[in-house]
T-cell receptor, first 115, second 114 residues
Framework: AQKVTQAQTEISVVEKEDVTLDCVYETRDTTYYLFWYKQPPSGELVFLIRRNSFDEQNEISGRYSWNFQKSTSSFNFTITASQVVDSAVYFCALAPTSGTYKYIFGTGTRLKVLA | KAGVTQTPRYLIKTRGQQVTLSCSPISGHRSVSWYQQTPGQGLQFLFEYFSETQRNKGNFPGRFSGRQFSNSRSEMNVSTLELGDSALYLC?????????????FGPGTRLTVT
């Protein structure tokens, strides 16, 4: 069975702190995709990153960075020097590379960045 | 390029009624998926359409149905509404092309069933 676990329900940080959002997944597929999405209060899910299971390179995009470790089935997301605008719910998702194109979402982590 | 649009944004219906939600994908995107988001169940996959054909379906009752038109626009219908159908319904589109696997979501339709 496929499953995505985001154990942190809610995190509060003060502006400019670094914060890491955890994501652990389970799948029997040998190839798959992992994603992170941001959901601000407006409701729209905003795509942040996609990672292929065969590519374990970490990625950095501005203040965002992602650490993919296949050995621990984790795909963690770090925001450096957080800002109030980062406040949102963040979702990690898993999808197979073939057949059904159905995302399995985690339950999300609500991040509150306080000024 | 315009993003995914969904109409209406908000709906209030009564139990037993039916409802139709609409989704226009990003230009050039031929795959459209629908998701239901509730506080209790989170984000759950409803179905995916590609080339006017339903390719995948999630674990939802037959009251939930959908279709896709030749211009890739999609509609989903929920018949005989129940209180538990109150949710945010999100539509996502995808460019079906090798190397492109992410879905882009619309703002959602918030359905309230009373």
């Amino acid at each position: 069975a496929q499953k995505v676990t985001q154990a942190q329900t809610e995190i509060s940080v003060v502006e400019k702190e670094d914060v890491t959002l955890d994501c652990v997944y389970e799948t029997r597929d040998t190839t798959y995709y992992l994603f992170w999405y941001k959901q601000p209060p407006s409701g729209e899910l905003v795509f942040l990153i996609r990672r292929n299971s065969f590519d374990e390179q970490n990625e950095i995009s501005g203040r965002y960075s992602w650490n993919f470790q296949k050995s621990t089935s984790s795909f963690n997301f770090t925001i450096t020097a957080s800002q109030v605008v980062d406040s949102a719910v963040y979702f990690c998702a898993l999808a197979p590379t073939s057949g059904t194109y159905k995302y399995i979402f985690g339950t999300g982590t609500r991040l509150k960045v306080l000024a | 390029k315009a993003g995914v649009t969904q109409t209406p944004r908000y709906l209030i219906k009564t139990r037993g009624q039916q409802v139709t939600l609409s989704c226009s994908p990003i230009s050039g995107h031929r795959s459209v998926s629908w998701y239901q988001q509730t506080p209790g169940q989170g984000l759950q996959f409803l179905f995916e359409y590609f080339s006017e054909t339903q390719r995948n379906k999630g674990n939802f009752p037959g009251r939930f149905s959908g279709r896709q038109f030749s211009n890739s626009r999609s509609e989903m219908n929920v018949s005989t509404l129940e209180l538990g159908d109150s949710a945010l319904y999100l539509c996502a589109s995808r460019l079906v092309l090798a190397g492109s696997y992410e879905q882009y979501f619309g703002p959602g339709t918030r359905l309230t069933v009373t």
